[in-house]
């Protein structure tokens, strides 16, 4: 396999793809992009204890760390997204206070730099975290207090994105609020929450306060709803992004020959562009897709749609962005040069500016890239070495 920033160069070896790949590399030292993770999804087990005995919260199943990290990964394993849900009335009650707030995101932070992630976005709903006086707005300056601590001390970039909830009414107060705080660190707006009987375009008055004001928009669709949810959060709601997509696949038929014949709505998100935040292990313990094997990301990415791969809920789902690619790796046989292209597509499709965006191809993206796929190469010429007759 060759690179396709480098096609004259020729390995004399083939580089590992799957299984052999992940066997051969510390898929930690790759550098990542996250798009989609829950601030409320990524907690720490123990933060979790100490923050609910500091606020006297007394609703947790137990106080041992591992015992509760492995409550929550059964409990997200229900095969649907509204259980799945459930968990997070517990993290949410113990981000109530700006100390807890602020330590959950700085935490956030650390948790990102340890996994290699360079960039990450991450979401939360401010309005579920009032419960003990906070006003809105001051919930968003304890998180993004925290983040910013988190970027100082661990060196991690980040983006903050405001949620609405699809079963509510303030979804235009949530808009409002995404644009008060645009200059200090909040990238975009989402509308989360479970979609059946909750289409985007109830809520159009908050996305078109965002269109005004010219900020990004991305919106979980297609993960319990057919291709009609996400064709109202692109034609509706005006998306730049699409959160999960799954039930894209049923706007594609593989055909006899295994070609792919795209529907409308299909061809016009290949053809745009537009991104597909996936989330692999989500999407299975949710129910979206009934395996890895079955997901259609391995679909997406050979049509040639903007795919990348995200975490969701990393406590939750007991995962990180290091799992999620290795995952993929191995299931889908991935190539390094392949991580690579998801991983440009992730930072090209992030709402921060373009030139920082370039800069952190230029200078974190591509160089970890090159050395990585040179420390590869190598070892497949070392292997090699004692059947090759010119060097006996």
């Not at 014949?261 to 537009?274: C, E, F, P, T």
Request: proline share 5%; glycine share 8%.
């Amino acid at each position: 396999m060759t690179d396709e920033r480098y096609p004259e160069f020729h390995p004399v070896a083939p580089l590992p793809t799957g299984k052999d790949l992940v066997a051969a590399l510390d898929f930690r030292r790759l550098p990542k992009i996250l798009l989609h993770e829950h601030l409320d999804g990524g907690l720490r087990p123990a933060s979790i204890i100490e923050l609910a005995r500091d606020q006297g919260y007394g609703g947790l199943p137990t106080s041992d760390p591992d015992d509760l990290a492995k409550w929550f990964h059964r409990g997200a394993q229900k095969g649907n997204l509204p259980e799945y849900l459930e968990g997070f009335a517990h993290t949410i009650a113990v981000m109530q206070t700006r100390d807890a707030l602020s330590r959950v995101a700085c935490e956030f932070i650390e948790d990102m730099a340890k996994d290699g992630v360079v960039y990450a976005e991450v979401r939360f709903a401010p309005v579920f975290h009032t419960g003990k006086g906070l006003t809105q707005d001051e919930v968003v300056e304890a998180v993004i207090a925290g983040l910013e601590e988190g970027r100082k001390r661990f060196g991690v970039e980040w983006g903050l994105i405001i949620c609405a909830m699809r079963d509510r009414t303030d979804s235009l107060e949530a808009a409002e609020l995404a644009i008060r705080w645009r200059d200090h660190g909040v990238v975009g707006f989402d509308l989360a929450g479970g979609e059946y009987g909750h289409p985007p375009k109830k809520h159009i008055e908050a996305f078109q306060a965002i269109e005004r004001a010219n900020f990004y928009i991305t919106i979980h669709a297609g993960e319990a709803f057919g291709p009609e949810s996400i064709w109202q959060a692109l034609q509706w709601c005006g998306a730049h992004r699409l959160g999960h997509g799954t039930r894209l696949r049923y706007d594609i038929e593989v055909q006899p020959d295994g070609s792919l014949k795209l529907g409308r709505l299909a061809q016009y998100i290949l053809d745009r562009r537009v991104p597909l935040e996936m989330c692999l292990s989500s999407n299975v313990h949710t129910g979206a897709c009934a395996s890895f094997e079955e997901h259609p990301f391995a679909l997406f990415h050979r049509a040639g749609f903007r795919v990348f791969l995200n975490t969701d809920d990393r406590l939750m789902s007991d995962t990180e962005m290091s799992k999620e690619l290795a995952i993929a790796t191995s299931t889908f046989g991935l190539s390094l040069v392949e991580l690579e292209k998801m991983t440009m597509n992730a930072m090209k499709s992030s709402f921060i500016p373009h030139q920082r965006r370039v800069e952190l191809i230029r200078h974190r993206l591509l160089p970890t890239y090159s050395m990585l796929f040179a420390e590869l190469t190598a070892k497949a010429f070392a292997s090699q070495l004692p059947s090759n007759p010119y060097l006996r």
